[in-house]
């Protein structure tokens, strides 16, 4: 069965920095891309940014580009987000889901390109 845990949230500063990770197991993450995305209390949860199963591909949301950034370490079985610069309004459950593509990062508009999914990570971003 596959299985994503995430870690690595915390409590942060306005300014302040912080690493996610997303460990895979139970299936080859190789062949998968993979997404982070986020749900703010009384939001509904968005995507953040992809990256395609060699880690040659990546897009993000406009809200955090050049702030986030989205890599992978595949003989880790392990894919990260390290997000700089953060801001109050990146407070949000962070989510990490193996998608049903592989070489390619689709929009992350809609939620049906997610095949599996995380358990979450709390980021709070406050002073």
């Known amino acids: 069965q596959p299985q994503l845990v995430e870690s690595g949230g915390g409590l942060v500063q306005p300014g302040g920095s912080l690493r996610l990770s997303c460990a895979a197991s139970?299936?080859?993450?190789?062949?998968?891309?993979i997404g982070w995305f986020r749900q703010a209390p009384g939001k509904e949860r968005e995507g953040v940014s992809c990256?395609?199963?060699?880690?040659?591909?990546?897009n993000y949301a406009d809200s955090v580009k050049a702030r986030f950034t989205i890599s992978r370490d595949n003989a880790k079985n392990t894919v990260y987000l390290q997000m700089n610069s953060l801001k109050p309004a990146d407070t949000a459950v962070y989510y990490c889901?193996?998608?049903?593509?592989?070489?390619?990062?689709?929009?992350?508009?809609?939620?049906?390109?997610?095949?599996?999914w995380g358990q979450g990570t709390q980021v709070t971003v406050s002073s």
């Open positions: 990256v395609s199963s060699s880690g040659g591909s990546t």
């Open positions: 139970g299936f080859t993450l190789d062949y998968y891309a």
């Open positions: 889901a193996r998608l049903h593509t592989g070489s390619v990062c689709p929009s992350l508009s809609s939620l049906s390109v997610v095949a599996y």
